[in-house]
Each structure stands twice: as C-alpha cells, then as structure tokens.
C-alpha cells in the first residue's frame, strides 16, 4: 500500500521557493552536470507547479479547518448562553414560587378552619402516601425491589419478613382489587371520549351541511322596507335578576333599554335582591334615568331573599301584568345584549307553536385576561358550539343556561313555573318543558355579551354550583322521567346521557382514574394504569374540546392539566349534590369586575346621547346620584380587603402526586413519571391560587 502525499510538507516547500526564486536557479545551475542531480531537479519542478488540483484543494480544506473550528466555539458558547439564561430563569420563577407561597401562608386566616369530610379522607391519603413511599425506599435501597424476599426463607417480626407479608397481601388481595376498579374507571373512560367524538362528529355534521335555524320573518328587513308597524311586535318582557352586582348593574341595564324594539311593546324588570343599602340606591337611580328618556322599565326589591334566583323569578311572574306579554328574555347582571337581539330571536317563535326557548350563545369580554379565563374559553366554546348545537338541532333539547335566552311564557306556566327546590333553576325548567313536550332552538350565531370569573375564588364556587345542581335535579325528577310521556329515547337521553354520563361519570372517573388510582399503581405495580390511557387518549380528547376555539392550540397542555386539577372540585361537588350533603344547596354569587368591551360602550353611549338631550333628565338626579357613587366608593375602600389564598384540597394532593411520582421513578415509568409530576406541580399551582386573578 502506497504512502499518501504530505501535502502540508509540499505546501511549505513551495513558499520556500516562491522567497528566493535567485538561490534557486542557482541550485539548479550547480546540479545540472550529474544524474542523481538531475532527477532531484525533475522533483523539485513538479513540487512547485502552482496550480496543481492537489495543492489548492489542500490549501481550501485547511482554511474550512480553521473557519469551522471558529465556528463551532461560536455555536458553543451561544449554547451556553441559552441554558445560563434558562437556568436564571428557572432559579427566578422558584424563588419567585417560594416567596409567594411564604406569603400566601403568612396572610392566611390563622384561626382554626374547619375541616370537611372529604379533605380529611384527602389528607389521610396523602399520609398514606408518604408511609408507602418511605417503605418503598428503605426497599430499594436494600435491593428488595430486585431480589423480592419471600415469607419461607426470612425470620418472623424482620423488616425482610413484613415486607414479603406486604408483598403477598399485594398480589392476592390489593393488586387484583385495584386493577377491577382501574379496569371500570377505563371503560367509563373510553365511553365519554366516544361521546365527545360523536358530538364534534355532529357538529362537523352541521357545519358542512350549512344546517342552522330559520326565522319564518325577519324584523330587522321588513321595517327597512316599512312594512310592519308598532303593533306586529309581540309583547316582550326583559327581566335582569341581581343580587349586590354594584360592578355591573349599569351597563346590563343599559344594554336592555337600548333594544332595537318598539318602547310600549316591552316592559323591563329589575329584579333586584340585593342586602346593600347603597347598590339598592344606586339601581333604584339608574332606573329613574330610564324611566325619565322613556323606557318602561320598573324596579322590584324583595325583603326575604328565598329561593336565590329562582324565587327572583318566581315573585315576578306573578305580577298581574304579566298576562299581558307574550314571550320573556331573560339576562344575568353581567350580560350585554346587543340592541338588536330581541330582533335576532323573537322571530323564530313565529308559526313554531311548541317552541318554548331560544338561547343564544355567550361570547366573553374578558376571555384573553388571564390564563384562568382562557381555559374557561375552551370548555364553553365547547359547550356552546358543539354540545348545545348538536343537541339542540338533532333532538331539541338541551339545559337552558339560565340567561341570554327568550322563552314563551305559556311553556313556563304549563310545565310548573320556576321551582325553588334546586341551585340549577335553569336546567330544572328545561327538563320538565322538555317533558311536557316543547322544543328547543339555539342559535350559534347571535351572541351575548358577559363575563368570565377571573380569579380562581370565583371559578370554584361557580362550578361547585353548576356540578352539585344536576345531581339534586336527579334524584328529584328521575321518577318523573320515568313515567313522562315523551319517547323511549329521550327518556334514555336524559338519564343515560344528560345527566349519568356527562353529569355523574364525567367528575367521577376524572377524579377517580387521575388523581386516585394512578398514584395507587405506582405503590401496587400489580395493578397497570396502560400508558396510552394517562397519554393518548387524554390528549386527543383535548384536541377534541379545543376544536371549537382554534385560537388556544397553545394552550392545550395547561388546558389537560387544568381539567384534571378542577375534577377534585367538581367530584366534591356532585357527591354533596348525590347525598344532599350541607355544602349542595349552597348559592354564592359569582364575583364580577364589570369588564365591558370598548366597541359596546361607544355604541350604547352613541343610543344614550339622543334621548339624554330630549327627555330633560334633571340636574339633580345627577347630583343625587353622584352624591350615592361618591358614598358607595368610600364605603368600598373601607371594606373588606381582598386577598389571595390557599386551597387545602389541592395542596394535598399535589403533594399525593408527587409523593406517586417519586415512586414511578425507582420503576422507571416515563410517562406516568411525568404525567404525575406535571400534574403534580399543576396542583401546587392551583392550590397556592396561582392561576387567576392575583391581589397585591
């Protein structure tokens, strides 16, 4: 095998020549009388021929050498650079964690708390938890994990010997209970994946189809065309139910008197229950501004508060005058109407004469505030475009959400009115329409403004109403499902799907699978938790969820772990509802910050400024009111202070989690490792109170 060329070596002895071109000619000159000479002479020419292909792809291989050596440090350092400034990061957001955390529990309530029943069973699992763990540990240290003892060959009353007596009791008794359980909880599972999947394949349905609701006449046309009057508007009545809304009562109010409807075809209500003296006067003001420009608008105020909003609504409709309407709508205090939407719905009622409710979809002024608020976005953009789509158009029925809907007063009296017996008066009064056979219509595309809860307090009370509500429902009205009229299959709708799968097993399996029994299979590996029901299947059902709401792709990890961190809410909230434990017929008002958007308000003072100018509102109802705003802002500040708290539940179970993922790592379980780990820390976050809205 032949020696390779130095061509570093030839590359220097041409320089060498290239400097002194006299020297060597001269050397050429003395050596040209001898052979040996001679053939030295032929080798030094062909050495420095200076365009030979060997020398030049040297010299370039050489100088890409050094560049990309240049290169690479470069590269290096940027690297490093990065993860310096990841690591700050991570270190700031610890400390920052920490220091928040210290806070939060220095300016928590230091006197006793009571304790429910359900934190205590939380918290004797977390110890639990830690007990296993620490023998799990004292187990991998010794080597017992890879060389398991058994009973024969240890000495009774040894740690070797309990440990093996541990083991056996595993693998006969816990680990096959344990895996029976995990087995019905993914069943449970895997059926309300295929219901989702089978709502959004609907909604694709309607979609491709064009399928939506048709209006036998349009209001906003014809009187372009002046060919409806005054009296071819039915009688409408718009009633706004509150309760101490001092944030939003202004603006709700206005965006009902400015409807787009004849005033003497419409009558609304201002139900107020409020126990503040000072919003009850600054209510009572707005409604005398209205009163003066025109509108006929009246203001109720009950003494005795009984039956939370149902019974609002109940006191009002028995008014005398009622009779003399036709149709009511009916708005929560937080809700922006837009002037043309009684045009919008009314018109679906014509010639649909067991049409008992048209609801319209909710759209939010605050979904982007925080990430709170953006999670929220996803589930009632879900909610709303999928679930009450589909149900509404393929059976004509779905729950009434209790505001931003018109319902025909005749199929509120002939299905019983409005009962007090539950905290979802809303959906109460759909299911019995329901069985007194009226139908219902949604329309996706017209759209009501309101607000979303912004601090996690809010979101929390809010969905322990709406999880505890359908399960009293349940068991008030199952009988009557049962011996109702209406169909085979929509009594097995309603119980089977509306309520059993997406009201009961939803919050059950949820709590249950994620938050129970994969940290049960970390300490019991004889019960398997399949990867692709903690990975797969819980990802593609929040891809599912977030079809509906493109824009929050971003958001779909958080979104996953979110979910599963409010299913401890939501669990505790439907066995209360279930049991008629004390915490089910509780009723808070969601808190509300009175957010409106800027184009609304332009547009509601634009239709204020007309009628300001003719009707000659009084100066000193101005100044009364001022005097009010004045007196309720000083009362405000001297108030309560608002604060930031923690949350029991889901601090213990954070610490549950990640207590089970500590575990998954001695077994090296990747996926379950960082599932509990992420939902672990998620947990922590929620349950410093994190998430929402933060008070400095």
């Not at 609304?268 to 501004?289: F, G, R, T, Y």
């Not at 699978?513 to 990975?535: D, G, H, K, S």
């Not at 549950?656 to 998620?682: C, E, K």
């Amino acid at each position: 095998m032949s020696r390779p060329p130095n061509y570093e070596f030839q590359e220097w002895w041409n320089k060498q020549r290239s400097k002194d071109p006299a020297d060597d000619h001269h050397h050429h000159h003395l050596s040209s009388s001898s052979s040996a000479s001679e053939d030295f002479r032929l080798l030094t020419v062909n050495i420095h021929t200076p365009a030979s292909p060997i020398t030049s792809a040297a010299a370039a291989a050489e100088k890409d050498r050094s560049r990309s050596a240049r290169q690479l440090s470069w590269i290096y350092l940027l690297k490093l650079h990065k993860i310096a400034n990841s690591v700050a990061f991570v270190t700031n957001g610890f400390i920052t964690l920490l220091r928040t955390a210290n806070r939060r529990i220095a300016t928590s309530p230091s006197g006793p708390r009571s304790e429910s029943k359900f934190y205590r069973i939380i918290k004797l699992f977390l110890i639990l938890s830690v007990f296993l763990l620490s023998v799990e540990l004292v187990a991998y240290f010794r080597g017992w994990h890879f060389s398991p003892p058994t009973l024969e060959s240890e000495v009774e009353i040894s740690v070797k010997y309990i440990y093996a007596k541990w083991l056996e009791i595993r693998v006969n008794y816990l680990g096959p209970l344990l895996q029976s359980l995990t087995n019905a909880c993914i069943v449970l599972f895997l059926i309300q994946s295929v219901d989702r999947l089978v709502l959004v394949l609907g909604c694709f349905y309607i979609k491709i189809r064009g399928l939506r609701p048709v209006a036998e006449m349009d209001y906003k046309q014809d009187a372009e065309n002046g060919a409806l009057n005054a009296d071819y508007y039915p009688m409408v009545m718009v009633q706004i139910p509150m309760c101490n809304e001092r944030e939003v009562y202004q603006q709700s109010i206005a965006a009902v008197c400015v409807q787009d409807w004849p005033r003497e075809r419409m009558l609304v209500q201002i139900l107020d229950d409020s126990d503040d003296a000072d919003v009850q006067n600054l209510i009572k003001a707005e409604v005398l501004k209205w009163q003066q420009r025109g509108v006929h608008i009246i203001y109720r105020h009950r003494l005795i508060r009984t039956g939370y909003k149902a019974g609002n609504l109940k006191s009002a409709m028995n008014c005398e005058y009622v009779k003399n309407y036709e149709f009511v709508a009916i708005f929560d205090a937080d809700f922006q109407p837009a002037p043309d939407f009684l045009k919008s719905t009314v018109p679906y009622f014509k010639g649909k004469d067991d049409l008992a409710l048209v609801q319209t979809r909710w759209a939010f002024v605050n979904k982007e505030e925080n990430l709170l608020t953006r999670l929220q976005n996803i589930n009632l953009a879900f909610h709303f475009e999928v679930e009450q789509q589909v149900n509404g158009w393929f059976i004509n029925f779905f729950g009434f959400n209790g505001t931003a809907g018109v319902w025909r007063i005749k199929a509120l009296e002939d299905c019983g009115g409005w009962l007090e017996r539950t905290t979802v008066e809303d959906m109460d009064i759909a299911v019995r329409a329901h069985l007194c056979g009226w139908k219902f219509i949604y329309l996706n595309d017209v759209k009501c403004l309101c607000e979303l809860p912004e601090s996690y307090e809010a979101y929390k009370k809010q969905q322990h109403r709406w999880h505890s509500g359908p399960m009293q429902l349940f068991r008030l009205c199952f009988y009557d499902i049962l011996h109702s009229k209406v169909s085979v299959f929509k009594k097995a709708n309603l119980i089977f799907l509306f309520f059993l799968l997406r009201k009961l097993i939803l919050p059950f399996y949820s709590f249950t699978l994620f938050c129970i029994i994969l940290p049960l299979t970390m300490f019991m590996p004889e019960a398997q938790l399949p990867f692709w029901v903690v990975c797969y299947i819980p990802g593609l059902v929040s891809i599912l969820n977030i079809l509906p709401s493109p824009q929050s792709f971003p958001f779909i990890v958080p979104y996953l772990l979110f979910e599963n961190t409010m299913s401890v809410t939501k669990f505790n909230a439907m066995i209360s509802g279930l049991f008629q434990l004390g915490s089910s017929y509780e009723w808070i008002v969601t808190k509300k910050l009175g957010r409106s958007s800027e184009a609304d308000l332009v547009a509601i003072m634009g239709n204020e400024s007309t009628p300001l100018m003719e009707s000659g509102v009084h100066k000193s109802s101005s100044e009364s009111g001022l005097a009010e705003l004045n007196k309720l802002e000083m009362n405000k500040k001297m108030g309560k202070k608002k604060r930031n708290r923690l949350y029991r539940k889901e601090l213990a179970l954070s610490f549950i989690l990640l207590t089970a993922s500590v575990r998954s790592l001695l077994s090296a379980q990747g996926i379950h490792f960082y599932f509990l780990l992420f939902q672990g820390v998620t947990f922590l976050i929620v349950g410093l109170d994190l998430i929402g809205e933060q008070v400095s």
